[in-house]
């Protein structure tokens, strides 16, 4: 079995938390104030048309914007609001942050509120149970079928205290922990607990003042990176305070640099550009000519790849040039990625392969990247040193 550790750290006076398997860093977060995942009592500022968005004042001098085609009715809080109203200036709105603000770009709101529990996500205005991806197929089916009934009783019994829309459920990879004699008590549960956080939102936002904080999101980092030591089958790891021997400064400095070296001589160049991230697989100082080097140096970069677009967060489009293979060892390599992809915390999905031979995934964009980080942690050292 593997070890697993975490490391309590900072950077430029700003708390990280860290997590290490068998001594190679896999799990970075920085602790900083984030409104993702909140929800807000927030008010419509005003209405784009041609964008079809509304534009929602949610916190003080904070406004997000809100697509107009997916609004749950009982998010609206000043009037009786039904599937194709129309959403007006100075309406009452309950939001919760589906993506942080990042340069020009408003916060992405949605009316779609999630509350997590800790062994599912309950979503307002959505139907049915499902389960994560991340799961093995047998156990996926087993745990929807085990709560479907019984959730659907559940869902009914509570439609009128949330104003008469649906609620649909998702069950999240610590579920396969349960012991198969308490599933379903213990996923019931923790989904009722979920549904009467959501109507205490719901019931609060019709009493609060506009712009108050209805939810605050309580995963704490610490948390998250238990959580992904979880997910490797690494279970209770040390927790511990920085001496200075893991180096996290310099790792963490290193991952700024677009040219990673891979123990086989071969190197990545990683690119971050702002529609899309492109990586290169180079054979470098790698042994040419050597039986299946290509395949060991793709399988080897294919790893590292995910581990550094962990680490980097980066998301949306992700383009790789690995290096060219024959078409049998191809089918190996995307059943690698594929299983990579499950893996990540983040939804991540293999889509093809283009014409010209490129890998192309794509990653749920869930918060900032490590750059977009990173350059706000340096704004802030200048303007105390200034």
């Excluded at 979503?123 to 089916?141: E, F, P, Y």
């Excluded at 009128?160 to 198969?180: C, E, F, M, Q, W």
């Excluded at 205490?200 to 003042?209: F, P, S």
Aim: hydrophobic share 40%; aromatic share 6%.
């Amino acid at each position: 079995m593997s070890d697993g550790e975490i490391i309590l750290s900072s950077y430029k006076n700003v708390p990280v938390v860290t997590a290490f398997i068998d001594n190679k860093m896999e799990f970075l977060a920085f602790e900083r104030k984030s409104d993702l995942q909140n929800i807000y009592l927030g008010k419509v500022d005003h209405i784009v048309k041609n964008l079809n968005a509304a534009f929602i004042k949610y916190d003080k001098d904070e406004i997000g914007y809100l697509p107009l085609g997916k609004i749950v009715p009982a998010c609206v809080c000043n009037k009786n609001y039904t599937q194709g109203n129309t959403i007006k200036n100075g309406d009452e709105v309950i939001v919760q942050v589906e993506a942080e603000a990042i340069k020009l770009k408003k916060a992405k709101l949605t009316t779609s509120l999630s509350i997590s529990g800790k062994y599912s996500v309950v979503t307002l205005g959505r139907k049915g149970v499902g389960a994560s991806v991340k799961l093995n197929d047998d156990i996926r089916h087993f745990l929807i079928e085990s709560i479907r009934d019984e959730f659907n009783r559940l869902s009914d019994s509570y439609s009128d205290k949330l104003y008469g829309d649906s609620i649909g459920v998702i069950i999240r990879t610590n579920a396969s922990s349960i012991p198969k004699e308490a599933i379903v008590s213990e996923l019931l549960l923790d989904i009722e607990s979920c549904i009467n956080k959501l109507i205490k939102i719901l019931d609060e936002g019709r009493m609060r003042t506009i712009y108050s904080l209805l939810h605050s999101s309580e995963t704490q980092t610490l948390d998250k990176a238990k959580a992904f030591l979880n997910s490797r089958d690494i279970h209770d790891p040390k927790v511990i305070e920085d001496s200075g021997i893991h180096g996290i400064i310099s790792r963490i400095d290193s991952l700024r640099q677009n040219k990673i070296w891979l123990k086989s001589g071969a190197f990545l160049i990683i690119e971050q550009l702002e529609s899309f991230n492109a990586i290169d697989v180079n054979t470098g100082k790698a042994i040419k000519g050597k039986d299946d080097i290509t395949e060991k140096v793709n399988f080897e970069a294919a790893d590292e790849i995910m581990r550094q677009v962990r680490l980097r967060n980066l998301t949306g489009m992700i383009l790789i040039d690995f290096i060219n293979m024959s078409d049998d060892k191809n089918e190996k390599l995307i059943a690698h990625m594929k299983n990579l992809c499950r893996k990540d915390p983040v939804h991540t999905n293999f889509i093809d392969i283009t014409g010209l031979g490129i890998m192309e995934l794509t990653r749920n964009k869930n918060d900032k990247s490590l750059k977009e980080i990173l350059s706000e942690v340096e704004k802030v050292v200048d303007s105390l040193n200034s």
